[in-house]
Nanobody, 126 residues
C-alpha cells in the first residue's frame, strides 16, 4: 500500500499563493491517479483536484478551477498542488490521496480512494 506524507501547508493572506506537496512511498506511485481533497471545520471532506497516472489528464472542482494547479513528478514520487489567488473559504486541512485502482484516469470520489495522507493545514486570512 502506498504511504503518503503531505507538506507545505501554512498561513497566507487572501490573494496569496501556496504550494503543498505529497511524497509517496512505493514503486507503484506512477501507476495511480493522485488527488487532493480538503476538509474545513464542520464540513464534509470534498474533492479538490486529481491528476491521472500519466499526468495527461487533470480534474478540478469548480470552486478551484483557474486558481489551483495539480502536477506530479513520477521520478520523485511526488504530487503538488499550486494554489493561487487564495480565498478565506479555501481554509481547510488538505489531504493527499491515491486512487484505489491502478491505471485509472478519473476525477476521484471519496469511495475511490485507496490511501490517504495525514493532512496539512492551509489557513487563508482575510
Amino acid at each position: 500500500q502506498v504511504q503518503l506524507v503531505e507538506s507545505g501547508g501554512g498561513l497566507v493572506q487572501a490573494g496569496g499563493s501556496l504550494r503543498v506537496s505529497c511524497a509517496a512511498s512505493g514503486r507503484t506511485f506512477s501507476t495511480y491517479t493522485m488527488g487532493w481533497f480538503r476538509q474545513a471545520p464542520g464540513k464534509e471532506r470534498e474533492f479538490v483536484a486529481a491528476i491521472s497516472w500519466s499526468g495527461g489528464s487533470t480534474f478540478y472542482a469548480d470552486s478551484v478551477k483557474g486558481r489551483f494547479t495539480i502536477s506530479r513528478d513520477n521520478a520523485k514520487n511526488t504530487v503538488y498542488l499550486q494554489m493561487n489567488s487564495l480565498k478565506p473559504e479555501d481554509t481547510a486541512v488538505y489531504y493527499c490521496a491515491t486512487d484505489g485502482r491502478r491505471y485509472a484516469s478519473r476525477r476521484l470520489e471519496i469511495a475511490d480512494v485507496g490511501s490517504w495522507g495525514q493532512g496539512t493545514q492551509v489557513t487563508v486570512s482575510s
